[in-house]
């Protein structure tokens, strides 16, 4: 590869510019970009309200919930202040007072409290976990959420060129498919395929909860959300409210945008395409060179005279003479088919460097 290098360093500059403009080609290149963006956005606003979410699931809003009756005597469970200062003021209710001040009531009033978490805000929040729930799944079924590029390159290239002694041509076609895979950014180490996994662990586990569970028979809220003081002022419930109104604005926006791209290259590459032109002919020519001719003849020798060396001089048969000239033939045709491939390596290389740059460009312009 080396020797490729300086080879194309030392090129005579006139010789290339004299070929390239005696060259008649034409050329057709295309290339074709299939862009797939997901919007994956969506991740980090869940990953960001989970740890809200989780404080107030874990630590519900409660309050009392007090019921009365008033029930038969034999019905009453507890007899409370409550039940003897109502007995007090409804005397009606008194059955029968004893001699000893002792009183009999007919009725009881019966206190019932219970503990309930069956508030707005926390149906509000029951109600927010339902729908990213659902958000969440919808998302996960329109795309992998993996972004690519993918570019097809087709060339089809002709060139003929009238040198002195003769006439060279050249047809060439080549074609180039390439897909990437734009990896969505890291969070703490974490790639997008795990962090949407830990979404769906978090979210099972929040509708698989005492809360969520104890709530499924409350009316679901809906919007407009009422803006209570603690949906408002209190740091869990406010970052909920961005969430609920996210998952609105987001919910029908596409999750993937995809775009084709077709591009006509001929102009662009048809100076470097030229100049391979050159190479290859270059290249089909180096064997007539002293320094990589290996043959141990003289060069000005006809064919007659270096039979006339072999056989005289150096007292070869017919049968080492035909064992030597197939070795030294196959010496000078390995050399021809290395300076080809080195060529021919040079030239791919140039390709995969062009689109490596190219598809650096284009992921700049996003």
Do not use: C
Request: charged share 35%; hydrophobic share 35%.
């Amino acid at each position: 590869m080396d020797d490729l290098f300086t080879y194309l360093k030392n090129l005579n500059e006139e010789e290339v510019k004299n070929f390239t403009k005696t060259t008649n080609s034409k050329i057709n290149a295309k290339t074709k970009v299939h862009r797939v963006i997901s919007d994956t956005s969506w991740v980090t606003m869940v990953e960001d309200s989970i740890p809200y979410l989780d404080n107030i699931i874990r630590n519900p809003r409660r309050f009392i919930v007090q019921e009365e009756n008033i029930v038969p005597i034999e019905k009453a469970k507890v007899v409370t202040e409550e039940s003897i200062r109502h007995l007090a003021q409804n005397t009606n209710l008194i059955q029968d007072v004893k001699e000893d001040g002792t009183v009999i009531p007919l009725k009881l009033l019966n206190v019932y409290r219970e503990e309930t978490v069956d508030l707005y805000e926390n149906r509000f929040i029951k109600s927010l976990v339902d729908n990213l729930y659902q958000f969440v799944n919808n998302k996960l079924k329109e795309s992998d959420q993996q972004s690519r590029v993918d570019v097809e390159n087709k060339v089809t290239y002709e060139a003929e060129n009238n040198l002195k002694g003769g006439k060279i041509n050249v047809t060439l076609n080549l074609e180039s498919k390439n897909s990437e895979i734009i990896e969505a950014e890291k969070k703490d180490g974490h790639d997008l395929e795990t962090r949407i996994e830990h979404i769906k662990d978090v979210l099972a586990a929040f509708m698989g909860s005492q809360f969520i569970k104890g709530l499924q028979a409350s009316q679901p809220v809906r919007s407009p959300i009422r803006k209570t003081n603690v949906i408002l002022k209190e740091p869990n419930f406010i970052k909920a409210l961005e969430l609920w109104e996210y998952l609105e604005s987001n919910a029908i926006k596409p999750i993937t945008t995809v775009t084709d791209e077709n591009l006509d290259r001929s102009q662009e590459v048809k100076d470097k395409y030229d100049f391979s032109f050159f190479l290859q002919n270059m290249a089909l020519n180096l064997n007539k060179d002293p320094k990589y001719d290996k043959v141990n003849v003289i060069e000005d020798l006809t064919i007659e005279e270096a039979l006339k060396k072999l056989v005289l001089e150096k007292n070869m048969d017919k049968k080492e003479v035909k064992a030597f000239m197939d070795k030294e033939l196959k010496k000078v045709f390995a050399i021809k088919k290395a300076q080809e491939d080195k060529v021919r390596k040079h030239f791919v290389n140039f390709l995969r460097e062009y689109n490596r740059k190219k598809k650096k460009a284009l992921e700049l312009l996003k």
